[in-house]
C-alpha cells in the first residue's frame, strides 16, 4: 500500500484540485475525473496540462491494486493459468470497469450492459481497447459474458466484482458492510430474517445494500433462501440454521 494510505486499510478516492479539474474538462471529455487506473488518454491529456491530483490518484491506483490482489484466491488462479503473480487495471479494463460500477442502478447483477454503452460513455476509447478490458475483467471474475449467436455480447458484474470495485468506486466496502449485516442477522430471532427490517435498520441505498447483502445470504444454504421474484433485494427472507449463525457471528467479528 502507498506511504499516503490510511491505517485503517479503507481505500480512499483521490483529492479533487477543482480549479485545476475545470480547466482540463475539455480535454479529458469522458473520461470522468476518477478512472480506476490512467488510460493512454488521461496520461495525454495530463502532458498537455499538468495535473495536480496525479499524485493522488498514483497513490489511489497502488490501493486498488492492492486491494484487488488481496481478496479471495482470484489472483492464485489467475497466476496457476497466466504465471502472473498481480492484476492491475488500466485502460479499457479501467474504462469498462468504471462505467459498469457506476451505471449499476441496485446492486443485484442484473443490468446487462453492452459495449456501445461503454464507448457511448467514453467516446475517445476504441472498441478493441474496450473489448481487450472486457475480456480481462471477465477472466479476473469481475464480468459475466453472455453471447447469442447473432447478437452482440452483453455483460454485467459479479458478485466478487461489487467486493472489489465498489470501494475505490463508490466509496464504500461491500465486505465490511456484510459484517454489519450479519451483526444485525446474529443479534436477532431464529425465526427467520425479513430484509426489509434489515433494509429500514441500516438505510443505506439498495445499490450498496444489495451486494453486501448478497455476502450474507451465500452462508445460508438455498433451501432456507425466500426465491420469489421480486426486483428490489436479493431475497426477501431468510432463515440461517445453528452452524449457518455461528459461520456468521464468526463473519461479523473478523476484520
Keep these: 500500500m502507498s506511504d499516503d494510505a490510511p491505517k485503517d486499510g479503507k481505500i480512499q478516492q483521490p483529492k479533487r484540485y477543482l480549479g485545476a479539474d475545470v480547466g482540463r474538462a475539455a480535454v479529458k471529455g469522458g473520461l470522468g475525473m476518477v478512472p480506476l487506473v490512467g488510460s493512454p488518454l488521461a496520461e495525454a491529456a495530463g502532458l498537455m496540462m499538468p495535473d495536480p491530483t496525479a499524485k493522488d490518484r498514483e497513490r489511489w491506483e497502488a490501493d486498488v491494486t492492492e486491494g484487488v490482489n488481496n481478496l479471495h484466491g482470484r489472483v492464485d488462479d489467475i497466476d496457476q493459468r497466466t504465471g502472473k503473480k498481480t ?13 459498469m460500477v457506476e451505471s449499476c442502478p441496485d446492486g443485484l447483477a442484473h ?18 481497447e474496450v473489448l481487450d478490458g472486457l475480456g480481462d475483467l471477465e477472466s479476473y471474475g469481475l464480468v459475466s459474458t453472455i453471447s447469442f449467436i447473432g447478437a452482440p455480447d452483453r455483460y454485467k458484474m459479479t458478485q466478487y466484482g461489487y467486493e472489489v470495485l465498489d470501494g ?9 458492510d456484510a459484517r454489519e449485516i ?3 442477522v446474529v443479534q436477532g ?11 429500514a435498520a441500516l438505510g443505506w441505498p439498495r445499490r450498496r445494500f444489495n451486494p453486501a447483502l448478497r455476502m450474507v445470504v451465500d452462508f445460508v444454504a438455498p433451501g432456507r433462501v425466500s426465491q420469489s421474484l421480486q426486483a428490489e433485494y436479493v431475497t426477501r427472507w431468510f432463515s440461517p440454521s445453528n452452524a ?6 464468526r463473519f461479523a467479528a473478523s476484520d
Design 87 to 99: 492484476v492491475s487495471l488500466e485502460g479499457g479494463a479501467a474504462l469498462a470497469a468504471k462505467h
Design 189 to 199: 430471532n431464529r425465526d427467520g430474517v425479513r430484509v426489509e427490517e434489515l433494509d
Design 182 to 184: 450479519a451483526a444485525l
Design 111 to 128: 443490468k446487462w450492459v453492452a459495449i456501445e454503452d461503454i464507448l457511448a460513455a467514453y467516446p475517445d476509447a476504441s472498441r478493441n
Design 244 to 249: 449457518e449463525r455461528a459461520d456468521l457471528r
Design 168 to 176: 475505490p468506486v463508490m466509496g464504500w466496502n461491500t465486505a465490511q
